[in-house]
């Protein structure tokens, strides 16, 4: 009885989220009214792990959000698209427009179509107080590391260490926030 509803909570908060709350405004908008609140109330039912004063913003996108989990103080970013395995952690800030894959296509045969070759999932790891500028891309196994920067229109090919500022297509590693 509990596992149906589960998924009864699921169905109700997976279209929920998508036919309603993900049209609602920008939640620092004069007019918003509570959106945050309410495509937080939605996305909670999806993810398999939500923290505290999570902020989803207008327009995300994260497929069926069973394989997410979110930290405390973090957020998804405007017009965001994020797919699982994914770990969020604390206090990440996420711009507009970001995208994080976690998930490719195979391409080395010929018979087969590309769209279906897919390879399998690799997951993403973003660790604590870490800041994604808009329009960045986070590619498919990539973990970054606690307090580090991604510069806006990034693409993240490899691992990110701890309080690494990058940047680039692909990102390079340009400072770091402290002392090595």
């Known amino acids: 009885m509990l596992k149906l509803l589960r998924k009864l909570w699921f169905i109700f908060s997976y279209f929920g989220y998508y036919l309603f709350a993900r049209h ?10 509570g959106s945050k609140y309410i495509r937080r109330f ?13 902020n989803i913003e207008h327009g995300a996108f ?25 770990v969020i952690g604390n206090d990440v800030m996420m711009g507009p427009n970001v995208m994080i894959f976690t998930q490719n296509h ?4 010929t ?19 870490v800041w994604i500028g808009a329009n960045a891309i986070i590619l498919p196994g990539v973990t970054i590391g606690n307090g580090a920067i991604i510069a806006a229109g990034s693409v993240v090919t490899k691992d990110v260490p701890d309080y690494a500022v990058v940047g680039g297509n692909p990102a390079r590693i340009i400072k770091y926030r402290i002392k090595v």
């Not at 609602?24 to 009214?33: A, N, R, T, V």
């Not at 195979?106 to 045969?109: A, E, G, S, V, Y």
């Open 106 to 109: 195979k391409n080395d045969r």
């Open 24 to 33: 609602l405004p920008e939640s620092d908008l004069p007019y918003s009214f």
């Open 111 to 129: 018979d087969i179509p590309m769209r279906l070759q897919t390879a399998p999932k690799q997951p993403v790891k973003i660790g604590d107080d």
């Open 42 to 54: 939605f996305a909670k039912g999806c993810f398999k792990k939500m923290g505290k004063n999570v």
């Open 62 to 86: 994260f497929a069926s959000g069973r394989e997410i989990e979110i930290g405390d103080n973090s957020g998804l970013g405007i017009n965001c698209r994020v797919t699982g395995p994914l």
